[in-house]
């Protein structure tokens, strides 16, 4: 085979695997359309380009869209299916020992979720819960398929397993300069990142606040009545409206980041 044809044939063949997965990439609806191109999907995770189109057909791949708000992901799905975050940023809940529910870290785009991993390697119930933040797109495979994938392919496994050593250090990097901080900064923080200048208002109650930062309900509920008293902020039922960006970044100062990559 000259070099020319065996350049167009490989050329072909990798177009025809691309038409399969485009084909085979089942879209349901929840909200909103999940409009998510093979290329977007290739983009965050690299990895799922090197699959052969039998594996891809194997996993039944499924796109599915979520409110801002509601559950992607709970125990119960873990023994059927391996999720990735397309679009938006979803945070992950447990609970304690002591019973109350903690966040304790968030993913976006590109991100795998580390708890997902290891409990399906350890063949265990997912321990958490995935939320979404806002409105969020995330893939759906078959979890034998994954964990297959992981132990089959260098490339998956190679990719999967530096995405969570990636996030492991960054969890140990923020947590050492967060610990330190006091509640108003923390809920500042927190407050900046359910927010904008546009969307000055978030749809979250206080309980599920002291989730995110581990802590009380009470506790955040008085931060929250100190800083409405100064004019920051305003709350009623299950919003809270940021009133003074600027008092709430002078609280946060040099600490204000996106904080969406720790995936757990």
Known sequence: MQPNTRQNAQQNMEQDRQQDMRQNLRQDHSGRDARVSLEALTAA??????????????????????????????GED???????????????????????????ARLSPGDICSLMVLSGLSDREYPGAM?????????????????RWIGQYDAIRTAVFGNLLDGFIR?????AGKLSLPIESRL??????????????ARITHRQLAAELAT???????ALGRMQRQGWVSTRRGW??????DALESLVGDSVTDEAGLPW
């Open 78 to 104: 873990s023994s059927k299916f391996a999720v990735f975050l397309l679009e938006g940023t979803v945070s992950i809940s447990t609970v304690t020992d002591g019973g109350r529910e903690a966040v304790t």
């Open 188 to 201: 500042a923080e927190t407050l900046l990142r359910h927010t904008s200048e546009r969307e000055p208002a």
């Open 131 to 147: 939320i979404a933040d806002s409105e969020a797109t995330a893939l759906f495979v078959a979890k034998g398929s994954f964990l």
């Open 45 to 74: 995770f690299p990895f799922f380009g090197s699959l052969p189109a039998d594996e891809w057909t194997s996993a039944q791949p499924r796109l599915k869209s979520f409110p801002a708000g509601s559950s992607l992901f709970r």
């Open 171 to 175: 969890v140990g990097s923020l947590l």
């Open 216 to 222: 009380a309900r009470e506790v955040v509920s008085r």
């Open 240 to 245: 809270v409206r940021v009133l003074r960006r």
